[in-house]
C-alpha cells in the first residue's frame, strides 16, 4: 500500500472521530405527561342541595331544594348565588284570638317560599381530604299559607357551615346546616314577624370549565 493511500485513510479516519465527539443536539428525552391535579374547590361552581327546613308560626317549613352558583373572589372566599324553594303542607294554622289579633300558629313543615339571595362562602384547609366551610348570605323571600290565604315577604339572613369532599375531578359532594333569621311581613293583619328557622341539606357541586 502507497504511503499516499495510508495517509489519506489515517485522515479520514481522525476526520470521522472528530465528527463523533463533536457537540451535537441533544437527541430529544420522552417526557411522560404530567396528570393533571385534581381541583379542590373550582373558580366557578353550580351546585343543587336537597334537605329540609323546620319552620313555625309564621315561617314555612318543608322540603327544601336549592341551587347556587359559585364564583371565586381570592384564595379561600367565593362569591354565592342562591335560589330554594320550600314545599310544606297547606294547613290553615291562624286564628283571631282573645283580644281580636290575626295570629299564626303553623308547625313545622307548613308553608311555601320561594328565596333569591346573594352571599360569601369561606374555605379553610382540607383536612383528609374533606374541605369545611362557613357562609354568610341575605335572601329575598316570598311566603305563603294556602288554606290560611296569608302571604308575606321576608328578608332572611343566613348563617351556616358545612362540609365537602371531591370524588372526582370536577364533582363533590357534602353536606350543611343553617340558621335562618330576618323580619317578614305578612297581610290579613298578622303584620311585623320574626321569620326564623333551621336548614339540613347534601348537596352536590360540579366545576365548571
Known sequence: MSRQLIAV?????????????????????????????TIDVGDREVGVQLGVASGAHTTPGGLRIAGHFLYQMSDSDWFEALAAVTYGSSAA?????RGDAYVCQHGLADGFSVDLGVGLRRFFEAQRGFRPYARLAVAARVLRFGDDRVSGFAIPVIAGAGVRVRVSDSLAVGGEGAVEVGPGWLGRGVGTQLERGLTVGAFAEVALP
Open 9 to 37: 485513510l489515517l485522515m479520514v479516519s481522525a476526520s470521522s472521530s472528530a465528527w463523533a465527539d463533536a457537540p451535537g443536539e441533544t437527541p430529544p428525552v420522552a417526557v411522560t405527561a404530567k396528570a393533571p391535579e
Open 93 to 97: 294554622g291562624c286564628f283571631r284570638d
